[in-house]
Nanobody
C-alpha cells in the first residue's frame, strides 16, 4: 500500500501565502506524476497543478503566476507554494500521485485532503 500525507493548510488573509506538502510512503517502486487538486463546496474537484518526474509542470489558468509546484524526488514529496491567495482559492486541497508499486502495479493514490481558507 501507498500512503500520501499532506500538511500545510490553514487560514490565511487575502494576498497571503501558504505552502502545502505531500509525502508519499509505502510500497513504492517509482512515482510518475504528482499533483494537487482542489474541491470547493458545491463544485467539482479540479486539477490545480501537476509535475512529472522529468520536471514538466501544468497549472490551471486561475493559478498561473501565483502558485508553484515542486518535487523532491529523493523524498517522494511534492510541494505547492501558494502566493497572492484569493478567497476563490478556498477549498480542500488533495494530493495525488501516480505510482508503480513494488508489485509493479500502476495506480493513482490520494491524500486525505487539507483545508485552505482565504478570508479576512
Amino acid at each position: 500500500q501507498v500512503q500520501l500525507v499532506e500538511s500545510g493548510g490553514g487560514l490565511v488573509q487575502p494576498g497571503g501565502s501558504l505552502r502545502l506538502s505531500c509525502a508519499a510512503s509505502g510500497s513504492i517502486f517509482s512515482i510518475h506524476a504528482m499533483g494537487w487538486y482542489r474541491q470547493a463546496p458545491g463544485k467539482q474537484r479540479e486539477l490545480v497543478a501537476s509535475a512529472t518526474t522529468g520536471g514538466s509542470t501544468y497549472y490551471v489558468d486561475s493559478v498561473k503566476g501565483r502558485f508553484t509546484i515542486s518535487r523532491d524526488n529523493a523524498k517522494n514529496t511534492v510541494y505547492l507554494q501558494m502566493s497572492s491567495l484569493k478567497p476563490e482559492d478556498t477549498a480542500v486541497y488533495y494530493c495525488n500521485a501516480h505510482v508503480t508499486t513494488n508489485q509493479r502495479v500502476v495506480q493513482a493514490y490520494w491524500g486525505q485532503g487539507t483545508q485552505v481558507t482565504v478570508s479576512s
